[in-house]
């Protein structure tokens, strides 16, 4: 291949030929002149392209050993160098977006964000109190989101979005949020995201947002509906621990009317737990928190510090909360009923024996008797139910018991000194003051017969006279049901008891019945058993009273005893 200058050089050389040979002499010199300025103009251009290579060249060249001349902390200075200036473009693109937040693991949000996304920035926010943060949350979800954002996940985004904002108090956002969420996605509200709402505004001291809240979000299915279903169960479910909150929340802050209304909701829905049918786990209710709550604030309505003037108000508003407890499935808690007991039973002392109707202390507040065979187990239900070891003696020898027992619960505080001394002290014993009475047992009992005749005549007449009593519960060995002198109790109960006394049959040592004791098998009796007690109950009149099975090992029971002892405290 010919370079350009040569095929130039020969282009014009065959021109002048063919000029020279059929136009003369005269136009072969102009064409020569004319093919020489352009072989000029041609070569100084060529020339021009090879010097500016040469100079790229070389000057590669130089910038190649230049910067393999770098010295290590010349390098790294321009690679800092680099570094910033990346960094300032990014901060100037970063200006440009409306929506930047502090976090580094979601800087900015816009419609392109995921719902992961957001979730993760408000967690951080709440975290970390970033007000910043939240506030740029708020107004990207509430004024730049369409009710599409995020696949419709929009809705519970508002949710959290409100609970972080009451954790920082922010009375404002969250307001806004709670109200589009119920505008917009009120078919798609989830009971779990309600709850949180509740237990939030509760935080915040917004009580009364927090039942509107409740009435709203989670009402009870309508009747009819299966209860048992997954949207109801779940409805039931976070509706009962809502209450269970609010409740605790009035204790907690002494307004205990609307505590005990909520208690009062909890009693109404038991029915409709039991129909929802939970497993075992599925529904814990935070009973132990609600005690403790309770618990405080009696004690500062018995102190003065408070003063409730609703006249609707139990002696001791651990009984309100216990009335609840008893409409739910029985957890069967130790710790709960613990609180329980330790809450109902402060101080509880041993007043008095009597033998006849003159021993009996004056008649200034209800009473509770325990009765029954010897060897039934009379003193160790007494000792389960006020939570201690030894108040009432208990013995492997029958006939332990040879009186009539008083104890005192919850009299004034120094009560034992003028019982023990006769010393006088000052004060009044608590409203929700009441006497247990042992009586002794009848059966396997190593006395004389005249001794156990006394004792019959002593407890028929008492029964039939003493106007303070509103409670007795009859104690029978539930592994092998009522013997003739239970019959004998029930026949005399029967014909001397006021129709205004509860009468309550025990079935005693249930656990004995069980081969392993769990936390799921704490007692039970047999079918031939419980007929037995029906039977002999409906010969001897009284068989409309109510029976239960309990256990002084497993603690079963503890809650229906305490449902019963309540008429004495109220009395």
Known sequence: ?????????????????????????????????????????????????????????????AGRQKKEKLSRPERKALERQKKQSKKMTDRRNKAKSKYNLHSTAVSELSQESTADDVLKAIKRAQNLHDHHDLKVIADFLIDECDVGFAYGYRG?????????????????????????RRLEYRSSMMPLESAAIIRGLLRSKNATEAMEILHDELALPLEGTRMNATENKDKVKQRALSLGSIASRFFYEGEPSKAVL???????????????????????????????????????RRDGTIRAEDDDLPCNLIYAVLGAMTTFPSENDNRVFEALSNSLVRRVLFVTG??????????????????????????????M???????????????????????????????????????????????????IVDLPGFGFAKVPEQQRKEWADFMTEYLAKRKTLKVVFHLVDGRHGPIDEDATIMRRVGESLPKNIAYVVVLTKADKNEKG???????????????????????????????????????????????????????
């Open 354 to 383: 009597a033998v006849e109707m003159a021993g009996c202390p004056k008649p200034d507040r209800g009473e509770a008797v325990f009765i029954g065979r010897s060897n039934v187990g009379k003193s160790s239900l007494v000792n």
């Open 156 to 180: 519970s985004l508002l949710a959290r979005l409100a609970v972080a904002a009451l954790h920082f108090n922010n009375q404002d956002v969250a307001r806004r949020a709670i109200a589009i």
């Open 1 to 61: 291949m010919y370079s350009p200058r040569k095929r130039l050089f020969r282009f014009n050389f065959h021109l002048c030929l063919l000029l020279l040979s059929h136009f003369g002499s005269e136009a072969f010199f102009c064409s020569l002149r004319h093919t020489s300025a352009s072989f000029l103009r041609l070569n100084d251009s060529i020339d021009s392209k090879s010097s500016t290579t040469s100079n790229e060249s070389h000057q590669e060249n």
């Open 517 to 571: 004791i769990s936390k799921t098998k704490t007692g039970r009796v047999s079918i031939d058993v419980m007929n037995s007690v029906r039977e002999t109950m409906r010969a001897n009149k009284v068989g409309n009273a109510p029976v239960i099975v309990t256990s002084a090992e497993t603690k079963l029971g503890r809650d229906d005893i305490w449902r019963y002892l309540r008429l004495a405290a109220e009395a």
């Open 385 to 435: 139910v006020t939570n201690r070891k030894s108040l009432a003696y208990t013995s492997k020898r029958p006939g332990k018991t040879q009186q009539f027992n008083f104890f005192a619960v919850n009299d004034k505080p120094g009560k034992e000194k003028e019982v023990k001394y006769g010393d006088e002290i000052k004060g009044e014993p608590d409203r929700d003051t009441f006497y």
């Open 262 to 300: 909520a208690c009062k909701m909890l009693v109404q829905m038991g029915p409709i737990v039991r129909e929802s049918k939970f497993a075992s786990g599925e529904l814990v209710m935070p009973w132990l928190r609600i005690i403790q709550g309770a618990a405080q604030c009696e004690s500062k």
